[in-house]
């Protein structure tokens, strides 16, 4: 009886803090700080040192939730990934991913040797924990803003990218600490078969989801997400199991299926997307528990910590952003905010999380110096970013917006698609009669919502920015459709 009470109140607990977690969503938007800031906070805050309510000191299973979230984030990070926008990024985001990262590592090693008195290859470790960006918490931020698509390309894929170049850092420097390391020559061996081998598997397990999801008939549409989300998991299991990057995997295979045509995508990405903010906020939460604030805001961490995190945000990222960028055509202006956009996340602290379970010595200042950096730097940086776009005049004007896919189960296999546009003042279709459109052949607007009311339409109706417009398209008219739809009064494009 007592472990079924138990139980009941896990399950109470839970959904309270899944509660409270998705209202100070709201607050987070306010006050323009990334959300996985309050998360963490609502962790300490329950945690032993807050109200006592949970006690959790488990370094294993926060490690195990922490990477299944992960997993999670880069998937639906990477099905949101515009691979026509990406690809000009591409080469930039890989430098930084990978030389921006060694660089970043050694400058904030050779800080904090000096800051905390550590020895080299517990400096260089910290450096190696810190030294990537986040997806998570890059997303986030990025979302619905208008920063330069160049810009937000390049973040997007270095986030997305540099995950493997600091967890081999990270497991590399344990190793040596522990005294398992291998040769300069092995090291660099391992390395490139990782990131080879990662994107490689990627590419692969992309592929066979995406004629998978087309060809495989289930019973019903709710299940395709759960199998989409099967292939994620597959792409990391798989991936690390021949010891290549499960996390680089993960995102390739996610950015493949993303920009591939199938079927029910829009079940897949809101599915995946509402999946994606549940974990995180479980990692986070977790992660607040976790850390207990009594060690964590000591006086001596918090000054060696904004000692560190000043020459993280204001030296080593901006040195290795234009050192890594000088090849690129990117203005100052530009180089500048891809270095104060580069947040830390989730990603460092899990890392951070390694050297506990290896148990070396110094291991636990080690987890609290990086969750404190990881803390100011997220909350410093990332409740800037927006008005420092804006004030760099990297922001550009609204665009229309996209046109989105219904799925509709009695369609079966047919060649048509149900695609939903929401117009606005910018579309140059507002304000023209349906007799007007210059639509492909065979494509009809079944039906109209404006003020939410159903509208069946005919010749003479004229569409107003903020209908919502259900369209019938064959599939070979999509993308002519699409771009027509979009076009701009003020570009013409």
Same mark, same amino acid.
């Given at each position: 009886?007592?472990?079924?009470?138990?139980?009941?109140? +896990?399950?109470?607990?839970?959904?309270?803090?899944?509660?409270?977690?998705?209202?100070?969503?709201?607050?987070? %938007?306010?006050?323009?700080?990334?959300?996985?800031?309050?998360?963490?906070?609502?962790?300490?805050?329950?945690?032993?040192?807050?109200?006592?309510?949970?006690?959790?000191?488990?370094?294993?299973?926060?490690? &195990?939730?922490?990477?299944?979230?992960?997993?999670?984030?880069?998937?639906?990070?990477?099905?949101?990934?515009?691979?026509?926008?990406?690809?000009?990024?591409?080469?930039?985001?890989? %430098?930084?991913? %990978?030389?921006?990262?060694?660089?970043?590592?050694?400058?904030?090693?050779?800080?904090?040797?000096?800051?905390?008195?550590?020895?080299?290859?517990?400096?260089?470790?910290?450096?190696?924990?810190?030294?990537?960006?986040?997806?998570?918490?890059? +997303?986030?931020?990025?979302?619905?803003?208008?920063?330069?698509?160049?810009?937000?390309?390049?973040?997007?894929?270095?986030?997305?990218?540099?995950?493997?170049?600091?967890?081999?850092? %990270?497991?590399? =420097?344990?190793?040596?600490?522990?005294?398992?390391?291998?040769?300069?020559?092995?090291? #660099?061996?391992?390395?490139?078969?990782?990131?080879?081998?990662?994107? &490689?598997?990627?590419?692969?397990?992309?592929?066979?989801?995406?004629?998978?999801?087309?060809?495989?008939?289930?019973?019903?549409?709710?299940?395709?997400?759960?199998?989409?989300?099967?292939?994620?998991?597959?792409?990391?299991?798989?991936?690390?199991?021949?010891?290549?990057?499960?996390?680089?995997?993960?995102?390739?295979?996610?950015?493949?299926?993303?920009? &591939?045509?199938?079927?029910?995508?829009?079940?897949?990405?809101?599915?995946?997307?509402? +999946?994606?903010?549940?974990?995180?906020? =479980?990692?986070?939460?977790?992660?607040?528990?976790?850390?207990?604030?009594?060690?964590?805001?000591?006086?001596?961490?918090?000054?060696?910590?904004?000692?560190?995190?000043?020459?993280?945000?204001?030296?080593?990222?901006?040195?290795?952003?234009?050192?890594?960028?000088?090849?690129?055509?990117?203005?100052?202006?530009?180089?500048?905010?891809?270095?104060?956009?580069?947040?830390?996340?989730?990603?460092?602290?899990?890392?951070?999380?390694?050297?506990?379970?290896?148990?070396?010595?110094?291991?636990?200042?080690?987890?609290?110096?990086?969750?404190?950096?990881?803390?100011?730097?997220?909350?410093?940086?990332?409740?800037?970013?927006?008005?420092? &776009?804006?004030?760099?005049?990297?922001?550009?004007?609204?665009?229309?917006?996209?046109?989105?896919?219904?799925?509709?189960?009695?369609?079966?296999?047919?060649?048509?698609?149900?695609?939903?546009?929401?117009?606005?003042?910018?579309?140059?279709?507002?304000?023209?009669?349906?007799?007007?459109?210059?639509?492909?052949?065979?494509?009809?607007?079944?039906?109209?919502?404006?003020?939410?009311?159903? #509208?069946?339409?005919?010749?003479?109706?004229?569409?107003?920015?903020?209908?919502?417009?259900?369209?019938?398209?064959?599939?070979?008219?999509?993308?002519?459709?699409?771009?027509?739809?979009?076009?701009?009064?003020?570009?013409?494009?």
């Amino acid at each position: 009886m007592h472990d079924y009470m138990v139980t009941n109140q +896990f399950i109470f607990l839970f959904a309270l803090l899944l509660i409270v977690s998705v209202v100070v969503t709201k607050f987070s %938007t306010r006050l323009g700080v990334p959300a996985l800031v309050l998360f963490i906070a609502v962790g300490m805050i329950v945690g032993s040192d807050g109200f006592g309510l949970v006690y959790f000191d488990n370094v294993h299973l926060a490690e &195990a939730v922490g990477i299944f979230a992960l997993i999670v984030i880069l998937f639906e990070g990477g099905l949101h990934a515009n691979w026509h926008s990406m690809k000009p990024a591409l080469a930039p985001a890989i %430098t930084m991913a %990978t030389i921006g990262v060694l660089l970043t590592a050694a400058i904030v090693a050779v800080a904090a040797h000096y800051i905390f008195d550590l020895t080299w290859l517990e400096s260089v470790l910290i450096g190696s924990i810190v030294g990537s960006t986040d997806a998570a918490a890059v +997303f986030s931020v990025l979302k619905g803003q208008n920063v330069k698509e160049k810009l937000a390309a390049t973040l997007e894929a270095e986030s997305g990218t540099n995950d493997p170049m600091a967890m081999f850092l %990270t497991i590399t =420097c344990i190793e040596l600490i522990s005294g398992q390391g291998s040769s300069v020559v092995s090291m #660099i061996g391992s390395f490139i078969w990782e990131m080879g081998a990662g994107a &490689a598997m990627g590419l692969l397990i992309g592929f066979i989801a995406v004629t998978a999801i087309n060809r495989i008939n289930l019973d019903t549409s709710g299940l395709y997400p759960l199998f989409a989300l099967a292939f994620a998991l597959v792409s990391y299991g798989l991936t690390s199991v021949i010891h290549a990057s499960g996390l680089l995997a993960v995102y390739v295979s996610a950015l493949y299926i993303g920009n &591939a045509e199938i079927t029910y995508r829009r079940s897949i990405i809101r599915f995946n997307e509402g +999946f994606g903010w549940l974990m995180q906020i =479980c990692m986070f939460v977790l992660l607040g528990l976790f850390v207990f604030p009594k060690e964590l805001f000591t006086p001596s961490l918090m000054i060696k910590g904004f000692l560190l995190s000043l020459v993280l945000i204001f030296l080593a990222r901006p040195l290795a952003t234009f050192l890594t960028l000088i090849r690129f055509k990117y203005t100052a202006k530009e180089k500048l905010f891809i270095s104060w956009a580069g947040l830390k996340g989730a990603v460092p602290i899990v890392l951070a999380l390694f050297p506990l379970i290896a148990s070396i010595e110094n291991s636990q200042l080690i987890f609290n110096a990086v969750f404190f950096v990881v803390l100011l730097s997220t909350v410093l940086q990332g409740s800037t970013v927006t008005t420092l &776009a804006t004030k760099l005049k990297l922001v550009e004007p609204p665009t229309t917006n996209e046109i989105e896919t219904l799925e509709l189960i009695s369609m079966g296999r047919n060649n048509l698609e149900m695609v939903e546009y929401k117009p606005t003042e910018l579309n140059e279709i507002s304000g023209k009669r349906l007799e007007d459109l210059e639509f492909p052949d065979t494509t009809l607007i079944n039906a109209i919502l404006r003020s939410g009311e159903i #509208i069946s339409p005919n010749g003479q109706t004229v569409i107003k920015a903020g209908d919502t417009l259900y369209i019938m398209v064959s599939m070979q008219y999509k993308k002519q459709l699409a771009k027509y739809l979009r076009r701009n009064k003020l570009t013409q494009k």
